[in-house]
Protein backbone atom coordinates (compact mmCIF):
# COMPACT_ATOMS: atom_id res chain seq x y z
CA UNK A 1 0.00 0.00 0.00
CA UNK A 2 1.05 3.73 -1.29
CA UNK A 3 -0.35 6.25 0.98
CA UNK A 4 -0.34 9.59 -1.01
CA UNK A 5 0.56 7.38 -3.91
CA UNK A 6 -0.97 9.93 -6.77
CA UNK A 7 1.31 12.76 -5.92
CA UNK A 8 4.59 14.00 -7.05
CA UNK A 9 6.84 11.07 -5.56
CA UNK A 10 4.16 8.95 -4.64
CA UNK A 11 3.11 8.06 -8.49
CA UNK A 12 7.02 7.80 -8.87
CA UNK A 13 7.17 5.10 -6.70
CA UNK A 14 3.88 3.35 -7.34
CA UNK A 15 5.83 3.09 -11.03
CA UNK A 16 8.91 1.87 -9.67
CA UNK A 17 7.09 -0.73 -7.31
CA UNK A 18 5.04 -2.18 -10.37
CA UNK A 19 8.23 -2.29 -12.64
CA UNK A 20 9.67 -4.61 -10.48
CA UNK A 21 6.84 -6.87 -9.88
CA UNK A 22 4.85 -5.43 -6.49
CA UNK A 23 0.96 -5.45 -6.61
CA UNK A 24 0.21 -2.07 -5.18
CA UNK A 25 -3.01 -0.51 -3.92
CA UNK A 26 -2.01 3.52 -4.36
CA UNK A 27 -4.36 5.66 -2.19
CA UNK A 28 -4.98 9.07 -2.11
CA UNK A 29 -7.50 11.94 -0.99
CA UNK A 30 -6.35 13.78 -4.28
CA UNK A 31 -6.28 17.29 -2.16
CA UNK A 32 -2.93 18.32 -3.31
CA UNK A 33 -1.98 15.37 -5.66
CA UNK A 34 -3.91 14.43 -9.38
CA UNK A 35 -5.00 11.03 -10.82
CA UNK A 36 -3.68 12.13 -14.05
CA UNK A 37 -0.12 11.10 -12.12
CA UNK A 38 -1.41 7.42 -11.92
CA UNK A 39 -3.57 7.33 -15.18
CA UNK A 40 -1.45 5.65 -17.05
CA UNK A 41 -1.24 3.26 -14.14
CA UNK A 42 -4.29 2.47 -13.59
CA UNK A 43 -6.18 -0.62 -15.37
CA UNK A 44 -2.92 -2.21 -15.34
CA UNK A 45 -2.13 -5.44 -13.73
CA UNK A 46 -1.36 -5.39 -9.90
CA UNK A 47 -2.53 -1.41 -9.04
CA UNK A 48 -5.59 -0.35 -7.78
CA UNK A 49 -6.63 3.05 -6.76
CA UNK A 50 -8.39 4.03 -4.05
CA UNK A 51 -9.84 7.16 -2.97
CA UNK A 52 -9.68 8.01 0.36
CA UNK A 53 -7.88 10.17 3.28
CA UNK A 54 -6.17 8.26 5.30
CA UNK A 55 -6.37 10.69 8.80
CA UNK A 56 -9.75 8.39 8.74
CA UNK A 57 -10.16 4.86 8.96
CA UNK A 58 -7.92 2.62 6.40
CA UNK A 59 -8.25 -1.03 5.66
CA UNK A 60 -7.41 -3.30 3.14
CA UNK A 61 -8.69 -6.70 2.01
CA UNK A 62 -6.04 -9.18 1.83
CA UNK A 63 -2.24 -9.85 2.69
CA UNK A 64 0.03 -6.59 2.79
CA UNK A 65 3.68 -7.06 2.88
CA UNK A 66 4.83 -2.94 3.20
CA UNK A 67 2.56 0.24 4.03
CA UNK A 68 4.22 3.37 2.35
CA UNK A 69 3.11 6.32 4.25
CA UNK A 70 3.91 9.43 1.98
CA UNK A 71 0.35 11.29 2.22
CA UNK A 72 0.95 14.87 3.01
CA UNK A 73 1.09 17.81 1.57
CA UNK A 74 4.32 18.99 1.46
CA UNK A 75 4.85 22.61 -0.43
CA UNK A 76 5.25 25.82 1.29
CA UNK A 77 1.70 27.11 -0.54
CA UNK A 78 0.31 24.72 1.32
CA UNK A 79 1.34 25.32 5.14
CA UNK A 80 -1.61 28.23 5.53
CA UNK A 81 -4.14 27.17 3.30
CA UNK A 82 -4.72 23.64 4.83
CA UNK A 83 -2.85 23.81 7.90
CA UNK A 84 -5.21 21.44 10.05
CA UNK A 85 -5.30 18.47 7.44
CA UNK A 86 -1.32 19.21 6.97
CA UNK A 87 -1.22 17.73 10.83
CA UNK A 88 -4.10 15.35 10.98
CA UNK A 89 -2.41 13.25 7.94
CA UNK A 90 1.31 13.46 10.29
CA UNK A 91 -0.85 12.60 13.41
CA UNK A 92 -3.90 10.55 12.29
CA UNK A 93 -3.22 9.40 9.52
CA UNK A 94 0.27 8.19 10.49
CA UNK A 95 -1.31 6.35 13.39
CA UNK A 96 -4.54 5.13 10.80
CA UNK A 97 -1.62 3.06 8.87
CA UNK A 98 0.70 2.04 11.37
CA UNK A 99 -2.62 0.12 13.20
CA UNK A 100 -2.88 -1.39 9.58
CA UNK A 101 0.45 -2.46 9.52
CA UNK A 102 0.21 -4.46 12.98
CA UNK A 103 -2.79 -6.20 11.99
CA UNK A 104 -1.06 -6.99 8.85
CA UNK A 105 2.57 -7.87 9.81
CA UNK A 106 3.44 -5.51 7.45
CA UNK A 107 6.77 -3.61 6.93
CA UNK A 108 6.08 0.45 7.63
CA UNK A 109 7.34 2.78 5.66
CA UNK A 110 7.62 6.70 6.69
CA UNK A 111 8.34 9.29 4.12
CA UNK A 112 9.68 12.17 6.60
CA UNK A 113 11.45 15.14 5.74
CA UNK A 114 14.44 16.91 6.08
CA UNK A 115 12.13 19.80 7.61
CA UNK A 116 12.53 17.99 10.96
CA UNK A 117 15.70 19.72 11.15
CA UNK A 118 14.34 22.94 11.50
CA UNK A 119 16.80 26.23 10.77
CA UNK A 120 19.45 23.98 11.38
CA UNK A 121 21.92 25.16 13.66
CA UNK A 122 24.22 21.87 12.35
CA UNK A 123 26.21 21.71 9.14
CA UNK A 124 25.63 19.15 7.31
CA UNK A 125 22.57 17.91 8.64
CA UNK A 126 23.04 14.63 10.06
CA UNK A 127 20.27 11.72 11.30
CA UNK A 128 21.27 12.21 15.02
CA UNK A 129 20.82 15.87 14.79
CA UNK A 130 17.77 16.45 16.51
CA UNK A 131 16.45 19.90 14.83
CA UNK A 132 16.13 23.71 15.39
CA UNK A 133 12.07 23.99 14.63
CA UNK A 134 9.52 26.72 15.70
CA UNK A 135 6.79 24.63 17.05
CA UNK A 136 4.16 27.55 16.18
CA UNK A 137 5.60 29.37 13.28
CA UNK A 138 4.05 29.35 9.62
CA UNK A 139 5.89 26.52 8.52
CA UNK A 140 5.28 24.60 12.23
CA UNK A 141 2.00 22.51 10.99
CA UNK A 142 4.48 20.56 8.52
CA UNK A 143 7.28 20.34 10.56
CA UNK A 144 5.62 19.24 13.96
CA UNK A 145 3.42 16.68 11.62
CA UNK A 146 6.10 14.97 10.39
CA UNK A 147 8.29 15.19 13.43
CA UNK A 148 5.65 13.34 15.67
CA UNK A 149 5.21 10.98 12.57
CA UNK A 150 8.70 10.12 13.36
CA UNK A 151 7.64 9.29 17.00
CA UNK A 152 4.55 7.75 16.61
CA UNK A 153 6.62 5.77 14.25
CA UNK A 154 8.84 4.53 16.69
CA UNK A 155 6.26 3.91 19.22
CA UNK A 156 4.73 1.09 17.03
CA UNK A 157 8.13 0.03 16.39
CA UNK A 158 9.14 -0.50 20.08
CA UNK A 159 5.88 -1.34 22.13
CA UNK A 160 4.67 -3.64 19.18
CA UNK A 161 7.56 -4.98 17.28
CA UNK A 162 6.00 -3.40 14.13
CA UNK A 163 9.15 -3.40 11.53
CA UNK A 164 9.57 0.27 10.18
CA UNK A 165 11.72 2.50 8.16
CA UNK A 166 11.97 6.18 8.20
CA UNK A 167 13.41 8.16 5.34
CA UNK A 168 14.42 11.93 5.30
CA UNK A 169 13.69 13.56 2.55
CA UNK A 170 15.38 16.87 1.24
CA UNK A 171 14.45 19.08 -1.61
CA UNK A 172 13.70 16.91 -4.73
CA UNK A 173 11.79 17.79 -8.00
CA UNK A 174 11.24 16.13 -11.00
CA UNK A 175 8.17 15.62 -13.49
CA UNK A 176 4.54 15.46 -11.86
CA UNK A 177 5.09 18.23 -9.29
CA UNK A 178 2.49 20.97 -9.29
CA UNK A 179 3.17 23.97 -11.51
CA UNK A 180 1.53 26.02 -8.50
CA UNK A 181 2.94 24.37 -6.05
CA UNK A 182 5.26 27.28 -4.25
CA UNK A 183 8.31 24.57 -4.43
CA UNK A 184 11.50 26.74 -5.43
CA UNK A 185 12.19 24.67 -8.50
CA UNK A 186 8.75 24.31 -9.70
CA UNK A 187 8.16 28.30 -9.34
CA UNK A 188 11.33 28.91 -11.22
CA UNK A 189 10.92 26.37 -14.03
CA UNK A 190 7.00 28.15 -14.72
CA UNK A 191 8.37 31.72 -14.41
CA UNK A 192 10.68 30.96 -16.72
CA UNK A 193 8.67 29.58 -19.21
CA UNK A 194 6.22 32.01 -18.94
CA UNK A 195 8.42 34.80 -19.37
CA UNK A 196 7.97 36.34 -15.94
CA UNK A 197 10.56 37.09 -13.42
CA UNK A 198 11.86 34.86 -10.92
CA UNK A 199 10.62 34.81 -7.55
CA UNK A 200 14.36 34.82 -5.08
CA UNK A 201 12.93 35.28 -1.52
CA UNK A 202 15.64 37.44 0.50
CA UNK A 203 19.18 38.11 -1.77
CA UNK A 204 19.10 33.92 -2.71
CA UNK A 205 22.39 33.21 -0.56
CA UNK A 206 20.20 30.37 1.18
CA UNK A 207 21.63 27.02 0.08
CA UNK A 208 19.65 23.56 -0.89
CA UNK A 209 20.48 20.66 -2.55
CA UNK A 210 18.07 18.89 -5.01
CA UNK A 211 17.87 15.63 -5.51
CA UNK A 212 16.17 14.09 -8.54
CA UNK A 213 12.81 12.18 -8.15
CA UNK A 214 13.99 8.47 -9.66
CA UNK A 215 17.04 8.83 -7.45
CA UNK A 216 14.71 9.85 -4.54
CA UNK A 217 12.86 6.38 -5.62
CA UNK A 218 15.77 4.38 -5.58
CA UNK A 219 16.93 5.59 -2.03
CA UNK A 220 13.32 4.60 -0.87
CA UNK A 221 13.10 1.25 -2.58
CA UNK A 222 17.14 0.28 -1.26
CA UNK A 223 16.16 1.39 2.53
CA UNK A 224 12.40 -0.40 2.24
CA UNK A 225 14.34 -3.55 0.96
CA UNK A 226 17.14 -3.49 3.88
CA UNK A 227 17.10 -4.08 7.77
CA UNK A 228 18.05 -0.81 8.85
CA UNK A 229 15.44 0.40 11.40
CA UNK A 230 15.66 4.53 12.18
CA UNK A 231 16.00 7.56 9.91
CA UNK A 232 17.97 7.99 6.86
CA UNK A 233 18.74 10.78 4.88
CA UNK A 234 17.92 10.35 1.19
CA UNK A 235 19.56 13.18 -0.34
CA UNK A 236 22.06 15.16 -2.55
CA UNK A 237 24.73 16.01 -0.63
CA UNK A 238 25.66 19.14 -3.18
CA UNK A 239 24.38 22.57 -2.02
CA UNK A 240 23.42 25.29 -4.10
CA UNK A 241 22.32 28.76 -3.49
CA UNK A 242 19.28 29.54 -4.47
CA UNK A 243 20.41 32.35 -6.99
CA UNK A 244 22.70 30.15 -8.63
CA UNK A 245 19.41 27.46 -9.13
CA UNK A 246 17.40 30.72 -10.75
CA UNK A 247 20.70 31.38 -13.37
CA UNK A 248 21.05 27.68 -13.83
CA UNK A 249 16.88 27.47 -14.57
CA UNK A 250 16.95 30.93 -16.73
CA UNK A 251 20.24 29.17 -18.57
CA UNK A 252 19.11 25.67 -19.56
CA UNK A 253 15.57 27.65 -20.52
CA UNK A 254 16.65 30.23 -22.60
CA UNK A 255 14.16 32.45 -20.72
CA UNK A 256 14.36 36.25 -21.01
CA UNK A 257 13.53 36.04 -17.40
CA UNK A 258 14.93 38.63 -15.19
CA UNK A 259 15.23 37.82 -11.02
CA UNK A 260 13.54 39.77 -8.82
CA UNK A 261 13.85 39.71 -5.50
CA UNK A 262 11.07 39.17 -2.56
CA UNK A 263 11.22 39.31 1.73
CA UNK A 264 12.88 36.19 2.97
CA UNK A 265 9.36 34.08 4.37
CA UNK A 266 9.53 33.44 8.26
CA UNK A 267 11.74 30.63 9.06
CA UNK A 268 12.73 29.84 6.06
CA UNK A 269 16.01 27.56 7.11
CA UNK A 270 19.55 29.43 5.57
CA UNK A 271 21.01 25.99 5.11
CA UNK A 272 19.89 22.81 3.75
CA UNK A 273 22.22 19.39 2.69
CA UNK A 274 21.94 15.93 4.05
CA UNK A 275 25.13 14.00 5.34
CA UNK A 276 24.31 10.81 2.98
CA UNK A 277 27.00 8.64 5.14
CA UNK A 278 24.41 6.21 6.46
CA UNK A 279 23.03 5.94 3.11
CA UNK A 280 25.64 5.00 1.55
CA UNK A 281 26.96 3.11 4.27
CA UNK A 282 23.72 0.87 4.92
CA UNK A 283 22.24 1.53 1.51
CA UNK A 284 24.88 1.21 -0.70
CA UNK A 285 22.90 4.39 -2.40
CA UNK A 286 23.94 7.65 -4.04
CA UNK A 287 22.03 9.97 -6.26
CA UNK A 288 23.10 10.03 -9.64
CA UNK A 289 21.50 12.58 -11.86
CA UNK A 290 23.76 16.09 -11.97
CA UNK A 291 21.72 19.16 -11.26
CA UNK A 292 21.44 20.31 -15.15
CA UNK A 293 20.18 16.97 -16.22
CA UNK A 294 17.17 16.54 -14.24
CA UNK A 295 16.39 20.17 -14.11
CA UNK A 296 16.45 20.02 -18.52
CA UNK A 297 14.17 16.88 -17.41
CA UNK A 298 11.46 18.75 -15.74
CA UNK A 299 11.26 22.05 -17.52
CA UNK A 300 10.75 19.53 -20.70
CA UNK A 301 7.92 18.07 -18.67
CA UNK A 302 6.74 21.32 -17.68
CA UNK A 303 6.60 23.02 -21.00
CA UNK A 304 4.48 20.17 -22.72
CA UNK A 305 2.44 20.38 -19.14
CA UNK A 306 1.51 24.19 -19.86
CA UNK A 307 1.40 23.43 -23.83
CA UNK A 308 -1.75 20.93 -22.84
CA UNK A 309 -3.15 23.66 -20.21
CA UNK A 310 -3.12 26.06 -22.52
CA UNK A 311 -0.81 28.44 -20.76
CA UNK A 312 2.24 28.44 -23.19
CA UNK A 313 5.85 28.13 -23.20
Same mark, same amino acid.
Given at each position: ?????? *?????????? =??????????? /?????????????? %? @??????????????????? @?????????????????? #??? +??? %???????????? =???????????? =????????????????? !???????????????? /?????????????????? *????????????? &? +????? !???????????QALTGKPLT?? *????????????????????????????? +?????? #???????ELAKLVVEI?????????? #?? +???? #???????? *????????????????? &???????????? =?RDNGAGA
Amino acid at each position: MVSGGA *GFLGSHLCQA =LLARGDQVLCM /DNLVTARETNVVEL %I @GREGFTFVRHDVSKRVSAD @GPVDAVMHLASPASPRDF #PEI +PIK %ILKVGSLGTHNL =LGLAKAKGARFF =LASTSEVYGDPLVHPQV !ESYWGNVNPIGPRGVY /DEAKRFAEAMTMAYHRQH *GVDVRIARIFNTY &G +PRMRP !EDGRVVSNFIVQALTGKPLTVY *GDGSQTRSFCYATDEIRGFLALLDCDYVG +PVNIGT #PTEFTVLELAKLVVEITGSSSEISFE #PL +PEDD #PVQRRPDI *GLATRVLGWQPEVPLRE &GLVRTAEWFAKE =LRDNGAGA
